[in-house]
């Protein structure tokens, strides 16, 4: 089957030429920071942690969010997700190898990344992260290839599949899980310690993988001749505005507690992001306006999608979810990460703001994971194609 | 045979190219067995013996390494009446303060880099900084 | 014959990923966390004192008992005596060959000095006496009994050494994940954006440097108390009281004697770490 990715409109050649020359850029900007140190980011002492494990963060959403498509086919047997439910695993594929890519590029020695394996610590996080994000990129290639070759060759697919489509569902819940244990089991961090964090990236993410997956149907349609159906296309629209308001409702909750409580640790991080904060006699608002972006985009999204007229019109309906897909990249991939180390241990504030160098490695990871995806719906779409003519 | 004028030469530049380890180390230098130079104070004792020394200093360094780090061993060595504090910098180096005549010559021949040096420092390095300070 | 081919494949395939998964179940096994029959074993080998110190090995989850470096810094006596607290700060980075960075985002800090209100958020008064608003405080690793850095680690590249209570760091195993940085509620970890050596002023030529790409912090000078040598810091404070240091589990040590009379405060008490160093102020 991978012989499809071989042929194809000069329009997808020049597509696949423009991602990799982000990812060259990204290689080049990478073997920099290989060799000088991660001093060429932004990250610094006290916000430790920058663009890459934000991304990092969004990107395991995104991949968890696949699993909205594979829950209604299989356990509801829903069946007009039939045609799309082999683009959310997919999506979840190209997913997953950029945050292992992100895991990758935030390493300060990325040499001994195997000593995780070497030396397992059970009580580490991000033990567990690695296996469930290894485990959910394995179910995912396995089920999609071997799903996907039983349609070229218009059999059943095989029973024993059954059982690993079933697996992924609870670990695309892990994955999101896990990943908000990272950050919801430290003490020192006020804003991350809440036990909604793992419910909150959920929502985000069945609201931001399926968005993305709309956005990847409306562009086949256009370039691949490939069409998903009205009908998945607006149960899809539902999950995506449930899931949206979920979130929105969980960030809400965090105000509440934060502002009616009172409590300096709850309210600091908050009052940043949304408001700025005065310390020193300076004003450091650097998210404020990427917060308030996040709130108008989100809830103008999903008014947009809620409104009959409005999504039956495909623009109309593309600008709304890429509209949703930003706005929570706005909340998960670049706020959530960013102001949890505002202010530091010490009370202190300090900014962060990525450097070139580390814009050119984060462009050339996203461009890895849309090579990835293209190149996989390209064989799923190609196999469709040959099974219907 | 056919194609003899071109399968002969080709033959002869092949066997040429894949024995070039084994005559460019004969025709230059890079082939010579290295001669570290023993410890310039005279010292003869070691550890251990010269021959187990050669074939497993890394193992016994890491096991250094992990008493002293991890275990939270760092009983001082006593052999022969000598002293040896558990360490690179501490003991190896006391006698062998020349890496680039001792180290080196080996881990170049065989081309091998330990990361030792990233973090561990030769007596040369820390002459280096004392002067300026 | 096509079906034996399938059947053999399945077996191979089945050996593959066993053989391939099993040194990671036997390690996983090996670690403290889940086989307490190790901390027994490992007791015996630990049992060697480091001189001046008589450090008893191993003791497992009951705590009490066997030793708990711990110290107590005397902020009204550190400040009594000016410069004392610089030198101590100079002491520990010529000890330690810690760079110094002129750019304050790459700062490697192992003790150093900060506002009052920054250590002690939790301790601060809006009516605060001029000796506090007007002075500064000291911060260092608290080396915890409950270590989150510890817990988040995922290569255990920094551990408790159960033998002495010290919170320690393995600068070879560490992959530089900064997990343990976004963990610790001091903000006492500092990672090496950069290679440090340019940035140190003057070698000791007893202690290594460290490498870009990992993360460092106080050691509680491990390596001199190996020598029967007090911590850097500790000595040069040496006949002023400022910093008193020891075992936190012996009654009759110099520390417990001193938090014995004096009324003393821990940072962030509330984050269930329980610290190791004490504060009178």
């Known amino acids: 089957m991978i012989e499809k990715t071989l042929k194809g409109k000069p329009a997808y050649w020049i597509w696949l030429a423009f991602l990799g020359m982000f990812m060259a850029v990204g290689a080049a900007c990478y073997i920099r920071q290989y060799n000088i140190g991660l001093g060429l980011t932004g990250m610094s002492r006290d916000v430790s942690w920058g663009l890459y494990i934000s991304q990092f963060t969004f990107l395991v959403g995104v991949a968890a969010g696949g699993v909205m498509l594979v829950l209604p086919y299989y356990v509801h047997n829903y069946k007009e997700f039939g045609r799309i439910t082999i683009l959310g695993e997919f999506l979840a594929i190209g997913a997953i190898v950029m945050c292992l890519l992100f895991i990758m590029a935030d390493l300060g020695q990325p040499m001994r990344a195997l000593n995780v394996v070497l030396h397992p610590s059970p009580n580490s996080m991000l033990f567990y992260d690695a296996i469930v994000l290894n485990g959910y990129l394995f179910l995912n290639i396995l089920c999609g290839w071997v799903i996907l070759t039983a349609e070229k060759k218009q059999v059943k697919p095989p029973k024993w599949i059954y059982f690993f489509v079933y697996l992924s569902i609870p670990f695309a819940v892990s994955i999101h899980t896990v990943t908000a244990m990272l950050y919801c089991g430290l003490p020192g961090r006020h804003f991350w310690l809440s036990a909604i964090i793992a419910p909150r990236f959920l929502a985000s993410a069945f609201a931001a993988g399926p968005a993305l997956i709309l956005i990847a149907c409306l562009v086949l349609k256009r370039v691949a001749n490939f069409d998903a159906g009205r009908k998945a296309m607006n149960k899809l629209i539902t999950i995506i505005i449930y899931a949206a308001l979920l979130n929105m409702f969980f960030v809400g909750l965090e105000f509440f507690v934060a502002y009616y409580s009172n409590m300096p640790g709850h309210i600091e991080a908050l009052q940043y992001m949304f408001f700025g904060m005065e310390h020193h006699g300076v004003m450091y608002n650097n998210l404020v306006p990427f917060m308030w972006a996040f709130v108008v985009l989100a809830f103008g999204a999903i008014a947009l999608l809620a409104t009959p007229a409005a999504r039956k019109n495909d623009f109309v309906l593309g600008i709304a979810c890429l509209m949703l897909f930003f706005a929570f990249w706005l909340d998960k991939g670049v706020g959530f990460v960013l102001a949890g180390f505002v202010p530091n241990p010490l009370g202190e504030i300090v900014e962060y703001i990525p450097t070139m160098n580390e814009i050119g490695i984060t462009l050339g990871v996203w461009a890895t994971g849309f090579m990835v995806v293209t190149l996989l719906y390209k064989i799923a779409i190609g196999v469709e194609h040959e099974v219907e003519s | ?133 | 014959m096509d079906k034996q081919r399938r059947k053999f494949l399945k077996i191979a395939g089945a050996s593959v990923v066993a053989g391939i998964g099993a040194p990671a179940i036997i390690k996983l096994t090996a670690t403290p966390a889940l086989a307490s029959g190790h901390d027994a074993a490992a007791a015996g080998h630990e049992a060697i004192p480091a001189a001046g110190h008589g450090e008893q090995g191993g003791h497992g989850e009951a705590a009490p008992q066997g030793v708990r470096l711990g110290m107590v810094i005397d902020l009204r006596k550190m400040n009594d005596t000016p410069g004392l607290l610089d030198a101590a700060i100079a002491s520990c980075i010529a000890a330690h060959n810690i760079p110094e960075f002129p750019n304050s985002k790459d700062e490697i800090k192992w003790i150093w000095k900060a506002p009052f209100s920054g250590v002690f958020p939790e301790h601060s008064s809006r009516h605060a006496a001029k000796k506090i608003t007007d002075n500064p405080a000291v911060a260092l690793c608290n080396h915890c009994d409950e270590p989150p850095c510890v817990r988040a680690c995922p290569t255990q590249a920094t551990f408790r050494n159960n033998a002495n209570g010290v919170v320690a760091m393995d600068y070879h195993r560490c992959i530089g994940c900064r997990f343990c940085m976004a963990a610790c509620p001091y903000g006492a970890r500092s990672f090496n954006w950069y290679d440090p050596r340019p940035y140190i002023k003057k070698y000791n030529k007893d202690f290594p440097s460290r490498m870009k790409g990992v993360v460092e912090k106080c050691n509680f000078c491990s390596e001199r108390l190996a020598l029967g040598q007090e911590p850097a810091c500790v000595e040069s404070c040496r006949g002023t009281g400022a910093i008193t240091f020891g075992d936190l589990n012996d009654p009759n040590s110099e520390v417990r004697q001193v938090l014995d009379k004096e009324f003393s405060i821990q940072r962030k008490p509330s984050a269930g770490t329980k610290p190791s160093v004490f504060y009178i102020v």
Not at chain 2, 112 to 118: G, L, R
Not at chain 2, 125 to 130: D, G, P
């Open chain 2, 1 to 133: 045979m056919y194609n003899k004028g071109t399968i002969i030469p080709g033959l002869i530049i092949f066997v040429l190219f894949v024995t070039f380890p084994i005559w460019f180390n004969g025709l230059t230098t890079a082939g010579d067995l290295p001669k570290p130079e023993l410890p310039p104070g005279g010292e003869k004792q070691c550890v251990e013996s010269a021959d187990y020394m050669r074939a497993n200093h890394m193992q016994l360094l890491n096991e250094w390494r992990d008493n002293v780090l991890r275990d939270g061993n760092r009983e001082i060595l006593e052999i022969d009446g000598k002293k040896y504090p558990k360490g690179l910098q501490t003991a190896c180096m006391a006698c062998h303060s020349q890496k680039e005549k001792f180290c080196d010559s080996c881990h170049t021949y065989a081309a091998v880099e330990p990361y030792c040096w990233d973090c561990h420092l030769t007596p040369k390095e820390t002459a280096s900084k004392e002067a300026i300070h």
